[in-house]
């Protein structure tokens, strides 16, 4: 049968409903407000919220929720039915303005870094009209901001928000000066491709690793991994591609337009991309399609792994930011057009980014920090934990050349020929595209590759819009100042290709010379969460931000307690873990065995068999289990000292310098045993089973 497409859409209160249910003027007062990016008049709020309780009711809602997103990577709301009892004492439906506006949440609960004690907890939400309402299981949901009593912001949306503003200014002016008088805003628009892994739901059960940490603890390498490289695009198994249809019509009835899906590169792996949108939008349409994707996989009997890296030796998963800038006119600034080498405009706007790449490299790769990805960042595929530019040797030599003074030469695109005549001739792109590139240009947008699977894309999108707001002001303030204009792009190229032409780098990120060459070009290499979260304290980051109000030094400093604490409590909840798993699964299972090999040893014996081999495994096995026995005790003994560590920054320290190691140690006895069970024995599904049974 076919689908019925008029169904996208169908649970958001969106524009078409809003024009059909609100008197004229009050539509046009909000449109404006959104458009503008402005709060709503209170005066219309009532007006709007019964229309909105009206809608949600005719479809299936009984209750309302700000939605929110605190700094847990995930949303938050709490429920409240539209129910109120009148003076009569009967009951009726009621939201108002006010409710719509404005929730209170308890604020101390959520991570906040000291922001909020519990005694002076409250917090608030208020709405992002910005971003459309929708219904999902009987609760309409207002996608909100939330902040504390004192103005703080608590979650990461409010700095999303915030920087919106500040680069649609500055991106502005700069198109003003380039004689663009039509464009009155500017928006950063993302498209954030997804990846995920599958895996059966009954195998995802038996694990506590999985349940309770997300990722694999422990596992032998299995016997065939991703070395075939036959699952990247192969063909969809029909489990997962009836997962994939139902996601995909949960999610376009939710207005989330997820576009393409494939299968990734490691085996179980998987894809989802959506068409981009305003970046507000694109992180709540993000969050719902990891949420919808737990969900259906659930209800499919199979089981959706967010994390960096579920599984060690095969891929991890990253959720690629792509992300531009795109005015009201239609303009997308990131957009070369025909002839690059002469659209100063697009040009200045590289240079603009470039500059902000460099001096903020610390900050951006601090947004992609948190415990998981640092088992994926420099891992075998990753993008290493370096942050450089990929240009493209065609882009990079025009502005090499206008940086030198010369004119760029037009250089016709060659057509490509695959020697086989049926097939249509068509035009080679102007770059080849270089996968290993943390930050690379494709075509018309900058694709930001180190984002983690499970993270919030909020961080990494207030990053680059601060940054690259802070740049365009520089260069705009350059260009309002001089008199001769052309000669003044010209220079702006040329500084900007000596000052920051460092962290273009078109190569191969994945080498060991990468990584020397970059340390001494002074690029930073900041290789893990801790490392990495000291951008957001350092001055320079502290005052990039808190110059353009997106965050305060006092929020600043929360978000990297934050981090850190985070780090620290991911660690010691894995390194818990795999003691609970050890000591009542794992080592029971190998003392079992070696017990029953020694048995069998010794009945053989007995019938005069010799079982030299058999005693000699059943050593083995017992050998094992000690060295588990004493890899445990380690790490057992080390956590116990956690808390005696006096701020967050000691206490996460601790937990990567003593802790993951014994973590290691305690992994690496585990897997030798396993390969000395039998499988049957073994009590937790191994690597095979996990990644090849969907
Ligand atoms: P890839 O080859 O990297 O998988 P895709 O074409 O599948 O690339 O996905 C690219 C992503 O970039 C999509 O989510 C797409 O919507 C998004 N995208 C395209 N143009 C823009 C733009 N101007 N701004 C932001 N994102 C964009
Ligand atoms: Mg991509």
Not at 282 to 308: F, P, S, W, Y
Not at 339 to 344: A, R
Not at 481 to 491: G, H, I, L, P, R
Not at 534 to 548: F, R
Request: overall charge negative.
């Amino acid at each position: 049968m076919a689908f019925d497409f008029n169904t996208f859409g169908c649970m958001v209160f969106g524009d078409e409903e809003m024009k059909s249910r609100l008197p004229k003027d009050i539509y046009e007062s909000l449109k404006s407000s959104i458009e503008e990016n402005r709060s709503i008049d209170p005066k219309i709020a009532d007006v709007v919220a019964n229309a909105m309780m009206h809608w949600a009711i005719e479809h299936g809602a009984t209750h309302y929720t700000h939605w929110f997103q605190p700094m847990t990577n995930i949303t938050a709301g709490k429920h409240d039915s539209f129910l109120s009892v009148e003076k009569n004492g009967k009951m009726a439906l009621h939201f108002s303005g006010k409710e719509l506006i404005k929730g209170e949440p308890d604020a101390s609960s959520f991570p906040n870094g000291g922001l909020r004690n519990t005694f002076e907890a409250r917090g608030y939400t208020a709405w992002d009209c910005t971003s459309p309402a929708f219904v999902r299981d009987g609760t309409l949901y207002i996608p909100t901001a939330f902040c504390a009593y004192t103005g703080e912001a608590l979650d990461t949306k409010t700095p999303l928000l915030r920087s919106m503003s500040v680069i649609s200014e500055q991106a502005l002016r700069f198109l003003r000066l380039f004689g663009n008088k039509k464009a009155t805003r500017v928006s950063a628009t993302v498209g954030a491709e997804q990846e995920y892994f599958l895996i059966d739901r009954a195998l995802y059960e038996k694990r506590l690793d999985l349940k309770l940490c997300g990722r694999t603890l422990f596992g032998a390498r299995p016997s065939k991994g991703q070395e075939m490289e036959d699952h990247y695009l192969g063909r969809i198994r029909l489990r997962v591609a009836a997962f994939m249809k139902e996601l995909d019509e949960e999610l376009w009835r939710l207005g989330v337009s997820a576009k393409t899906k494939h299968n990734e590169v490691a085996p179980a792996q998987h894809e989802l991309a959506p068409i981009f949108d305003t970046v507000n939008i694109a992180g709540d349409h993000n969050q719902l399609t990891m949420e919808m994707m737990r969900i259906v996989a659930k209800r499919n009997g199979l089981a959706c792994l967010l994390h960096e890296k579920p599984f060690a030796g095969v891929n991890g998963s990253g959720k690629h930011n792509n992300w531009s800038l795109s005015a009201n006119d239609g303009t997308n600034l990131l957009d070369p057009g025909k002839n690059p080498y002469e659209n100063m405009q697009f040009l200045v706007m590289l240079c603009a980014v470039i500059t902000a790449v460099d001096r903020h490299a610390a900050l951006l790769r601090m947004s992609a920090a948190v415990a998981g990805n640092d088992e994926r960042l420099g891992g075998h595929e990753a993008p290493p934990a370096i942050i450089s530019i990929f240009l493209g040797e065609q882009l990079t030599s025009v502005l090499t050349e206008i940086a030198k003074g010369h004119s760029p030469m037009c250089q016709k695109m060659s057509s490509l020929d695959t020697g086989v005549p049926t097939l249509p001739a068509f035009t080679r792109d102007d770059s080849d595209r270089n996968r290993t590139s943390p930050f690379a240009f494709t075509g018309n947008k900058f694709e930001f590759r180190m984002v983690g699977s499970s993270a919030s894309i909020a961080c990494a999108n207030y990053v680059l819009n601060t940054i690259v707001a802070e740049s365009l002001d520089e260069i705009c303030t350059r260009l309002e100042k001089s008199s001769d204009f052309d000669t003044e792009v010209q220079a702006i190229i040329r500084d900007t290709m000596e000052q920051h032409g460092r962290i273009i780098f078109n190569g191969n990120n994945y080498t060991e010379e990468w990584v020397k060459t970059a340390e001494s070009l002074g690029i930073v290499h900041l290789r893990d969460t801790i490392e990495a979260a000291s951008a957001y304290i350092d001055p320079k980051s502290v005052e990039v931000l808190s110059k353009y109000h997106v965050l305060t030094p006092v929020e600043c400093e929360a978000r990297y307690d934050i981090l850190l604490e985070n780090y620290a409590k991911i660690v010691t909840i894995e390194a818990n873990t795999m003691l609970e798993m050890t000591q009542r699964e794992l080592l029971p299972a190998i003392i079992r065995a070696a017990g029953e090999t020694a048995q069998s040893a010794s009945s053989l014996s007995a019938c005069g068999i010799a079982g030299a081999r058999i005693s000699g495994l059943a050593q083995r096995l017992s050998e094992c289990a000690d060295a588990v026995f004493t890899a445990a005790d380690q790490l057992r003994e080390a956590l116990t000292h956690v808390h005696e560590e006096q701020c967050t920054y000691s206490c996460a320290v601790y937990a990567r310098d003593t802790i993951k190691p014994l973590m290691a140690s305690l992994r690496e006895a585990v897997d030798s045993a396993e390969e000395l069970v039998s499988k049957d024995c073994w009590p937790i599904p191994n690597y095979t089973d996990l990644l090849h049974r969907v």
